[in-house]
């Protein structure tokens, strides 16, 4: 595979999510990300020096008889119906009825199923293409979408899904049927332990202070601790470890009732683990006792265009990654359509594989 690997993604040890490690793969202008199941993702990017929030979304599922899905989206302000127009080389293809992706003006529209392989044979041998954002009569400005490196990351997602030479590839297809392409392997299973509803304790429990002395944090230890049960036995606790202007990173530990020591909590996050100092550092961590589930969201940068994001949750013995997301360029898109390079499915009990 070509291009800049920019996050090479970590193997997971266990055996019930032990599968060929992934990566998040730069070609110029886009990104491309592959999860576990050889779902990929393919996503335009914006000049870092003049982001507007408009991009495109070549997304396929590792099916064999899977069809790319493509996807328009744009940052617009403006209240009430909305459509998007898409133009390649100068002639306007028909409007596209724009649907809010949330409530900061995202939109977005999907085109026709049968224009998607024109416009990527088009721009992938140089057309132009631009996105205007249209309401009524008000004609927003013209962006024009970036096709630099789009060949590579479709030949790269080709290969990724094992397509190369056969009838469904995007780039150079050949004669074999859809149907010789392996099967997406099935999703790692986690068993989700029980959170306990027992009180919380008030302080800090001596063995958790005491491995929070030795970590190399700026905070006070006090301040706006992560508490929880992670199950009838085990307290999560975090402390707040160093704090920036838009990124708060929490020290987390765990004990375990009668063991005489705390320890750091290991969290192994496929595509972001080289990123940590430490592997129980988690940068904008939060929990949610009812689950017993930890979720992060680390932003690069205060517009949110570039990070990673992800939920673990406990198994009875430690912390498995059942979502994450990531986008290492920051380059005007949204956590809402980084890649996902990992999924995992959550029950309660002991893994089944």
Same mark, same amino acid.
């Given at each position: 595979?070509?291009?800049?690997?920019?996050?090479?993604?970590?193997?997971?040890?266990?055996?019930?999510?032990?599968?060929?490690?992934?990566?998040?793969?730069?070609?110029?202008?886009?990104?491309?990300?592959?999860?576990?199941?050889?779902?990929?993702?393919?996503?335009?990017?914006?000049?870092?020096?003049?982001?507007?929030?408009?991009?495109?979304?070549?997304?396929?599922?590792?099916? =064999?008889? #899977?069809? *790319?899905? $493509?996807?328009?989206? /744009?940052? &617009? @302000?403006?209240?009430?119906?909305?459509?998007?127009?898409? +133009?390649?080389? =100068?002639? #306007?293809? *028909?409007? $596209?009825?724009?649907? /809010?992706? &949330? @409530?900061?003006?995202?939109?977005?529209?999907?085109?026709? +199923?049968?224009?998607?392989?024109?416009?990527?044979?088009?721009?992938?041998?140089?057309?132009?293409?631009?996105?205007?954002?249209?309401?009524?009569?008000?004609?927003?400005?013209?962006?024009?979408?970036?096709?630099?490196?789009?060949?590579?990351?479709?030949?790269?997602?080709?290969?990724?899904?094992?397509?190369?030479?056969?009838?469904?590839?995007?780039?150079?297809?050949?004669?074999?049927?859809?149907?010789?392409?392996?099967?997406?392997?099935?999703?790692?299973?986690?068993?989700?332990?029980?959170?306990?509803?027992?009180?919380?304790?008030?302080?800090?429990?001596?063995?958790?202070?005491?491995?929070?002395?030795?970590?190399?944090?700026?905070?006070?230890?006090?301040?706006?601790?992560?508490?929880?049960?992670?199950?009838?036995?085990?307290?999560?606790?975090?402390?707040?470890?160093?704090?920036?202007?838009?990124?708060?990173?929490?020290?987390?530990?765990?004990?375990?009732?009668?063991?005489?020591?705390?320890?750091?909590?290991?969290?192994?996050?496929?595509?972001?683990?080289?990123?940590?100092?430490?592997?129980?550092?988690?940068?904008?961590?939060?929990?949610?006792?009812?689950?017993?589930?930890?979720?992060?969201?680390?932003?690069?940068?205060?517009?949110?265009?570039?990070?990673?994001?992800?939920?673990?949750?406990?198994?009875?013995?430690?912390?498995?990654?059942?979502?994450?997301?990531?986008?290492?360029?920051?380059?005007?898109?949204?956590?809402?359509?980084?890649?996902?390079?990992?999924?995992?499915?959550?029950?309660?009990?002991?893994?089944?594989?």
């Amino acid at each position: 595979m070509s291009g800049r690997r920019l996050l090479a993604l970590c193997l997971l040890g266990a055996s019930s999510q032990g599968v060929a490690a992934q990566s998040l793969d730069a070609f110029q202008d886009w990104m491309l990300g592959c999860d576990n199941q050889r779902a990929c993702t393919a996503i335009s990017l914006e000049p870092s020096s003049d982001v507007t929030g408009v991009h495109l979304s070549v997304a396929r599922s590792g099916e =064999g008889a #899977a069809e *790319p899905v $493509l996807r328009v989206r /744009a940052y &617009d @302000g403006r209240r009430g119906p909305r459509r998007i127009r898409l +133009a390649l080389d =100068g002639t #306007a293809w *028909p409007d $596209l009825d724009a649907t /809010a992706r &949330d @409530g900061f003006g995202v939109i977005e529209a999907a085109l026709p +199923a049968e224009r998607v392989r024109p416009l990527l044979a088009a721009l992938r041998d140089g057309g132009q293409a631009s996105v205007t954002v249209l309401q009524g009569a008000e004609t927003g400005p013209e962006v024009p979408l970036r096709s630099r490196g789009l060949a590579a990351a479709l030949r790269a997602m080709d290969e990724a899904q094992g397509r190369s030479g056969t009838v469904t590839a995007l780039v150079q297809p050949g004669l074999r049927p859809a149907a010789s392409l392996p099967v997406p392997p099935p999703l790692p299973v986690v068993g989700q332990a029980r959170a306990s509803t027992s009180p919380l304790p008030e302080r800090m429990p001596a063995p958790i202070a005491r491995a929070v002395a030795t970590a190399d944090c700026d905070e006070p230890p006090g301040t706006n601790p992560i508490r929880g049960w992670l199950d009838e036995r085990t307290l999560l606790w975090g402390v707040l470890c160093t704090r920036g202007a838009t990124r708060e990173t929490y020290a987390l530990f765990s004990h375990r009732k009668g063991d005489a020591a705390a320890r750091p909590v290991a969290l192994v996050t496929p595509g972001v683990a080289a990123g940590r100092e430490a592997p129980n550092l988690l940068t904008g961590a939060t929990f949610d006792a009812r689950t017993a589930t930890l979720s992060f969201h680390d932003a690069g940068r205060s517009s949110g265009d570039c990070g990673s994001l992800g939920r673990f949750v406990w198994d009875g013995a430690r912390f498995r990654a059942v979502h994450v997301a990531a986008m290492p360029d920051c380059r005007g898109v949204s956590s809402a359509d980084w890649p996902v390079t990992w999924r995992a499915a959550v029950r309660a009990g002991p893994p089944t594989r």
